[in-house]
């Protein structure tokens, strides 16, 4: 399928076909190379979907890096030896080969020291000590592009983990997020996502092209922190619908919170960063991917637990049983926004996300998830 031009024109699309980019890419010297760092469900995923395209395209090398974060399997084997041996991360993707042109490491270092293209997708809480770990280890022309989902809060306020990678490794750091329910692009599944870019369109480009297949449309837009919110927030959107699912109030309840999750969204990124586009909350990683997680998403399911067990059984116990060591984002997102929120003064202008925190650390019951929409402010 072709992608398609927004109406009214502010989209920015599509398969990279920029002829000086590509004259410069195809001599050997100077073909990309890419590295994934992460290894979980989505990140595995993505090294496939990569490592199809390496393959295809002459402009960029064979080989794929994927960083193991090291574990010993119940077999007693490394999970690198496993995935290099099998093709397969039979931990965070079983069933699935992931490209023989994929290279599992566990050093870090070595992982990324000759590629000049950095693919972030880790669980976010572990971003900044992965890139305390590169400082001075990467290549100067870098570019990097983050599919995490999730910020941190820092003493000076928040912090976007593409910003996190910008500040920190001194590069440039687009992002990709979307409907991505990786289990489903795993199996070559029809889908959507967004890029995010700062300035560079050829940057955006280059990124679209090394992501795109047929059945994984790829747009690209001009709003790094709109994507990027957009891809963060509904995680916590996601957990009030597990709730709602949780305590059986139906589909009516549900879109009526994931409706006004949106608005939280919306409002939230633009009282951030103001330059946040309203056009990016209808791409990929906008309306499309909060329908997906609320509807088959991890957050959404042990919340869902959560709410079924009366909050009796924490998140971390349920997580850890459900998922098996994949790792849930909407809850430290939850605190992470609510720390905002009370920094600024702003909790009373975002009652769901407010009480999605104080239901996930037990302070309120599941069923204050509705109860919550008196507290609406009038603007809503
Ligand atoms: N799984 C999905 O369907 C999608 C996930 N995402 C986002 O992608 C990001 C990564 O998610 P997944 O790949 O699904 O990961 P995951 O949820 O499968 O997380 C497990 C990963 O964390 C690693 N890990 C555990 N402890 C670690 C440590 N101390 N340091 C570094 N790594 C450690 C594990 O080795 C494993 O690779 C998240 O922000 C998520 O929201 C985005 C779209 C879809
Ligand atoms: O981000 C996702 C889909 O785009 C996956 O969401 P979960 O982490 O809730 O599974």
């Not at 992470?336 to 996930?360: A, C, K, M, N, Q």
Request: hydrophobic share 40%.
């Amino acid at each position: 399928m072709a992608p398609a031009l927004e109406e009214g024109g502010e989209r920015e699309t599509s398969v990279a076909q920029n002829n000086s980019l590509n004259s410069v890419v195809n001599d050997a010297t100077h073909r990309s190379k890419v590295t994934v760092i992460g290894s979980g469900n989505w990140g595995s995923v993505a090294a496939k979907l990569i490592a199809s395209n390496t393959l295809r395209l002459s402009s960029f090398h064979d080989e794929v890096r994927m960083w193991v974060y090291e574990e010993t399997l119940l077999s007693g084997e490394k999970l690198t030896d496993v995935i290099n041996r099998t093709n397969e991360n039979v931990k965070y993707l079983p069933g699935i080969k992931l490209g023989k042109n994929v290279v599992a490491d566990p050093d870090l270092e070595s992982a990324v020291k000759d590629s000049n293209m950095l693919v972030f997708v880790t669980p976010h809480q572990f971003m900044e000590g992965i890139c305390k770990r590169l400082v001075g280890k990467i290549r100067e022309d870098a570019e990097a592009i983050s599919l995490v989902k999730g910020m941190e809060v820092k003493m000076e306020g928040p912090c976007m983990i593409s910003s996190l990678i910008s500040q920190q490794l001194g590069i440039n750091c687009s992002v990709l997020m979307g409907a991505n329910i990786a289990n489903e692009i795993a199996v070559e599944k029809f889908s959507e996502a967004t890029v995010g870019y700062r300035l560079n369109r050829e940057v955006a480009e280059r990124w679209v092209q090394l992501f795109y297949t047929h059945y994984f449309i790829v747009t690209a837009v001009q709003d790094v922190e709109g994507v990027e919110l957009c891809g963060t927030l509904k995680n916590v959107v996601a957990i009030a619908a597990g709730f709602v699912d949780g305590l059986e109030m139906g589909n009516n309840t549900k879109a009526a919170i994931m409706r006004l999750g949106l608005r939280e969204m919306k409002a939230f990124s633009k009282l951030l960063f103001p330059s946040v586009k309203d056009s990016t909350f209808f791409e990929s990683c906008g309306v499309a991917d909060l329908i997906t997680t609320c509807l088959g998403g991890r957050n959404r399911k042990v919340a869902e637990a959560y709410a079924r067990n009366g909050g009796k059984r924490s998140f971390d116990e349920l997580e850890a049983e459900m998922l098996q060591g994949q790792k849930l984002q909407g809850v430290s997102t939850a605190s992470e926004v609510y720390e905002v929120l009370s920094h600024r003064g702003w909790l009373e202008l975002f009652p769901l996300f407010s009480t999605v925190h104080e239901i996930s650390t037990g302070l309120l019951p599941p069923s204050a998830i509705v109860e919550y929409s008196e507290k609406l402010p009038r603007s809503f």
